[in-house]
C-alpha cells in the first residue's frame, strides 16, 4: 500500500529558531500534499495544500510566511516553522494524494504518522 | 462551508458489543464522505469513504458505514468491537468543486474498548 512518511517523528526546539518537516511519498507519486495542523484533543485543521512545482496555496488564518512549504518533487514536501513561538508547538500531519488515472478523480489521501513540535 | 460534527467525544463499549459512531455533516449538495481511524504514533487510516452509489458502505476492518441523505448523517458502525479498535476514530467530508482534496473532519470520537 501507499505510504506516507514524515521526519523527524519528534522535535524540540528553542522559540525563535526555525524547524523544517519533511513530508515524503514512499512508493508513489504524490501530485498534491496536504499539511494539516491538530491540536491536543481536537481535530486536524488544513493549513495548506501544496501541489508539485507551484506555490503553495493556505487556508485562511495562516500565515504563509511563518508556514513555508516546498513541494520540490513529486515525492517530498517540506513545511518550515520559521521563527517557532510556543504557540506554534501541536501536531503537524501530512496527506498525499495520487492522481487517478484517465481524468478520473483520486479517491484517498494517504496520512503521514505526524510531526510532534515542542517549542519551549 | 462544509462542517462535520461528531456529537460524541468519547465512547466505552465492552469487547463483542457492538458499535455504531455518529457523523452529522453540513453541505449544500452530495460531498464525498470519509471515515478514517488514528492510533497513537501512527497516521490515519481510511477506514471507508463514500461517493455516490448504494449508500451502505463497507470497510476494512469489519467497519461498515450508512449514508443517509435526509439526516445529513454517515454513521460509522461495526456488529461486534474488539480490543484492538480502540482509538480515535474521524469523519471527515470534501466538498469537491475548488475544495477538491481538502478534507474538513470532524472533532473525533475516542473509543475504548473493555474487556
Known amino acids: 500500500g501507499a505510504v506516507v512518511s514524515q521526519h523527524p517523528s519528534r522535535v524540540i526546539c528553542k522559540s525563535g529558531t526555525s524547524v523544517k518537516i519533511e513530508c515524503r511519498s514512499l512508493d508513489f507519486q504524490a501530485t498534491t500534499m496536504f499539511w494539516y495542523r491538530q491540536f491536543p484533543k481536537q481535530s486536524l485543521m488544513l493549513m495548506a495544500t501544496?501541489?508539485?512545482?507551484?506555490?503553495?496555496?493556505?487556508e485562511q488564518g495562516v500565515e504563509k510566511d511563518k508556514f513555508l512549504i516546498n513541494h520540490a518533487s513529486l515525492t517530498l514536501s517540506t513545511l518550515t516553522v520559521t521563527s517557532a513561538h510556543p504557540e506554534d508547538s501541536s501536531f503537524y500531519i501530512c496527506?498525499?494524494?495520487?492522481?487517478?488515472?484517465?481524468?478520473?478523480?483520486?479517491?484517498?489521501?494517504?496520512f503521514g504518522p505526524g510531526t510532534r513540535l515542542t517549542v519551549l | 462551508a462544509q462542517s462535520v460534527t461528531q456529537p460524541d467525544i468519547h465512547i466505552t463499549v465492552s469487547e463483542g458489543a457492538s458499535l455504531e459512531l455518529r457523523c452529522n455533516y453540513s453541505?449544500?449538495?452530495?460531498?464525498?464522505l470519509f471515515w478514517y481511524v488514528q492510533s497513537p504514533g501512527q497516521g490515519l487510516q481510511l477506514l471507508l469513504k463514500?461517493?455516490?452509489?448504494?449508500?451502505l458502505v463497507q470497510g476494512i476492518k469489519g467497519f461498515e458505514a450508512e449514508f443517509k441523505r435526509s439526516q445529513s448523517s454517515f454513521n460509522l458502525r461495526k456488529p461486534s468491537v474488539h480490543w484492538s479498535d480502540a482509538a480515535e476514530y474521524f469523519c471527515?467530508?470534501?466538498?469537491?468543486?475548488?475544495?477538491?482534496?481538502?478534507?474538513?473532519f470532524g472533532q473525533g470520537t475516542i473509543l475504548t474498548v473493555h474487556p
Open positions: 471527515a467530508v470534501e466538498a469537491g468543486g475548488t475544495s477538491y482534496g481538502k478534507l474538513t
Open positions: 496527506s498525499a494524494r495520487v492522481l487517478g488515472r484517465g481524468g478520473v478523480r483520486a479517491d484517498t489521501q494517504y
Open positions: 453541505y449544500g449538495a452530495t460531498p464525498y
Open positions: 463514500y461517493f455516490s452509489g448504494d449508500t
Open positions: 501544496s501541489n508539485e512545482g507551484s506555490k503553495a496555496t493556505y
